[in-house]
C-alpha cells in the first residue's frame, strides 16, 4: 500500500503500523513526533496504531532554529 | 555569590545564565555545540521540521547533551495560530516538554509578528498546558494581554529577527518593563555585544540570539562576548548607574592643589 509519508509517496507493506514504519525508516522514536491525518499520534500508541492506504503522515524532529 | 542568587525562573524553572541562545544558521553541528557550551546558556532554541527519510543527513540533537540545556522549540515560518498551534504540539510529543517558543509571523519581508494570531495561539496553548514565551511586538498593550492570557514570559523584538540592528526601541522596551511582570526576554534584533549589554542594563530579564553569534566571523568568540556582555549588562543594571548630567563634574578633589 502507498502512505504519503512528509510529502512524498512511499511504498509500505499491508499491515504495518507507526513503529514498524519508523523502524523501516530507521528512525528512533525517541526524538520524533508522528502525525497521522492531522492527528498526534502518542508515542505509546505506535505499536497499535494501523497504516491504511492513503494516509497522509508526518514524521518531524527538531532542526537548528532561533 | 552575587550571580548565583540572581537567577531567573520561567514557567516555574530557575536559570542561572540569561543568555538564550539559537542553534540556526551554523557552519556545522560541531561548531553549534561549541558555541552553545561557550555561551553558557541554559534554554536554546529549535526548531520543528520535517526528518529526512533517507537518514543519510546527521541530527543536531546527536551533537547536544540534552541534560545540560531546556530545549525551546519554536514554531517560526508560521503564519497563522493553527500552524503555529499544531507546531507546539508536535515539539511537545518531539521533546517532551512544555516550554514552547511562540511566534506568529505577519510578513515574510519584516518577519514581524502578527499579534492576533500570537494571542490566538497563546490562548489555546495555554489551555492545553504549555509554557509559552511569545515573540511579540514592542508594544506594552499586547505584551499585558500576553501576560494575562498567561504567558510565562514576553519576548519583544529590539530590531527584526537577523537585522542586527541592535536595540532600536530603548523606551518601549522600559515601558514594557515597568508594566509587565512575568519576564521581559529581547528576542531579536542584537547584532554585537553592547546590545546584548544594552538590553540588560534596561533591566531586561535575559537576551534571545541567533544570527549575531551564528554570523560572526567568529561565532564561538562570539558566543563568548555575549556570555559576557549579558553578565556585565545584568551587574551593571543592577548596580545603578550614575545620572546622565550636561556638564562636568570633576573625578578628582579640588582641595589641596599645588599652588
Known amino acids: ?66 | 555569590m552575587t550571580q548565583n542568587a540572581d537567577t531567573l525562573i520561567i514557567g516555574g524553572r530557575e536559570f542561572t545564565s540569561r543568555l538564550m541562545v539559537g542553534t540556526g544558521k551554523y557552519a556545522s553541528f560541531e561548531q553549534t555545540a561549541k558555541a552553545l557550551e561557550i555561551s553558557g546558556a541554559q534554554i536554546i532554541t529549535v526548531a520543528v521540521r520535517r526528518v529526512n527519510l533517507d537518514r543519510s543527513k546527521e541530527s543536531l540533537l546527536d551533537y547536544i547533551d540534552l541534560k545540560k540545556y531546556t530545549l525551546l522549540p519554536n514554531t517560526a515560518g508560521c503564519y497563522t495560530a493553527d500552524d503555529a498551534v499544531r507546531t507546539c504540539r508536535l515539539a511537545r510529543e518531539a521533546g517532551m516538554s512544555d516550554f514552547v517558543k511562540l511566534e506568529v509571523l505577519g510578513d515574510e519581508k519584516t518577519l514581524f509578528p502578527d499579534n492576533e494570531e500570537l494571542l490566538k495561539a497563546a490562548k489555546i496553548l495555554i489551555a492545553e498546558g504549555f509554557t509559552v514565551l511569545p515573540y511579540c511586538s514592542d508594544d506594552v498593550i499586547v505584551c499585558k494581554k500576553l501576560e494575562d492570557i498567561g504567558c510565562a514570559a514576553v519576548m519583544p523584538l529590539g530590531a527584526p529577527i537577523g537585522s542586527g540592528l541592535g536595540i532600536r526601541n530603548p523606551y518601549n522596551i522600559r515601558i514594557i518593563l515597568e508594566n509587565v511582570s512575568v519576564p521581559v526576554i529581547v528576542d531579536a534584533g542584537v547584532g554585537s555585544a553592547s546590545d546584548a549589554a544594552i538590553a540588560m542594563e534596561l533591566g531586561c530579564a535575559g537576551v534571545l540570539m541567533n544570527t549575531a553569534i551564528a554570523g560572526a566571523q567568529d561565532p564561538i568568540a562570539m558566543a563568548e562576548a555575549m556570555k559576557l556582555a549579558v553578565i556585565a549588562g545584568r551587574l551593571s543594571y543592577k548596580a545603578g548607574r550614575i545620572p546622565r548630567k550636561l556638564y562636568a563634574n570633576a573625578s578628582s578633589p579640588l582641595d589641596g592643589m599645588i599652588g
Not at chain 1, 497521522?36 to 537548528?64: M, R, S, T, W
Request: aromatic share 4%; proline share 3%.
Open chain 1, 1 to 66: 500500500m502507498k502512505i504519503l509519508l512528509n510529502g512524498e509517496f512511499v511504498e509500505t507493506a499491508e499491515g504495518a503500523t507507526v513503529a514498524s514504519l519508523l523502524q523501516q525508516l530507521d528512525i528512533s522514536r525517541e526524538r520524533v513526533a508522528v502525525e497521522l491525518n492531522a492527528d498526534i499520534i502518542p508515542k505509546a500508541h505506535y505499536e497499535k496504531q494501523p497504516l491504511c492506504d492513503g494516509d497522509k503522515i508526518e514524521i518531524v524532529h527538531f532542526v537548528g532554529g532561533g
